[in-house]
C-alpha cells in the first residue's frame, strides 16, 4: 500500500509563490508517473502537472504552463510543485497521485494512489 502525504499550502497574495511537496512511503513504492491535480468547489478535478518518476519527463496542463514547475526525489520519494506568479484561479485542494501503469496522464482515473490533499488560496 503507498501511502502520500502534501504538504506546503496555504494562503497567498495574487503574483507570490508557493511550494509543495508530496512525500511517499510504503513497501510496494515504485511508480511509473507522479502527478498533482487540483480540485476548486464546485468543479471537476484538474491534471496540473506529472512526472515520470525513472526519467522525469514532465508534463503541464495549459493553465500552468510556464509558471509551475514539478520535480521529484528518487532517493527521498518526494514530488514538489513549485508554484509561481499565483493567480485567484489558482485557488483549488492540491491533491498528489501516483500510479504504476501510465496511461492518459491528465485523466485522474489514471491514478491509484491519492493523498488527502492541501488547500491553497490565493487573494487579490
Known amino acids: 500500500q503507498v501511502q502520500l502525504v502534501e504538504s506546503g499550502g496555504g494562503l497567498v497574495q495574487a503574483g507570490g509563490s508557493l511550494r509543495l511537496s508530496c512525500a511517499a512511503s510504503?513497501?510496494?513504492?515504485?511508480?511509473?508517473?507522479m502527478a498533482w491535480f487540483r480540485q476548486a468547489p464546485g468543479k471537476e478535478r484538474e491534471f496540473v502537472a506529472a512526472?515520470?518518476?525513472?526519467?522525469?519527463?514532465?508534463y503541464y496542463g495549459d493553465s500552468v504552463k510556464g509558471r509551475f514547475t514539478i520535480s521529484r526525489d528518487n532517493v527521498k520519494n518526494t514530488v514538489d510543485l513549485q508554484m509561481n506568479s499565483l493567480k485567484t484561479e489558482d485557488t483549488a485542494v492540491y491533491y498528489c497521485?501516483?500510479?504504476?501503469?501510465?496511461?492518459?496522464?491528465?485523466?485522474?482515473?489514471?491514478?491509484?494512489?491519492w493523498g488527502q490533499g492541501t488547500q491553497v488560496t490565493v487573494s487579490s
Open positions: 510504503g513497501r510496494t513504492f515504485s511508480p511509473a508517473v
Open positions: 497521485a501516483a500510479t504504476r501503469r501510465p496511461g492518459i496522464l491528465p485523466h485522474p482515473g489514471t491514478y491509484n494512489s
Open positions: 512526472i515520470t518518476w525513472r526519467v522525469g519527463n514532465t
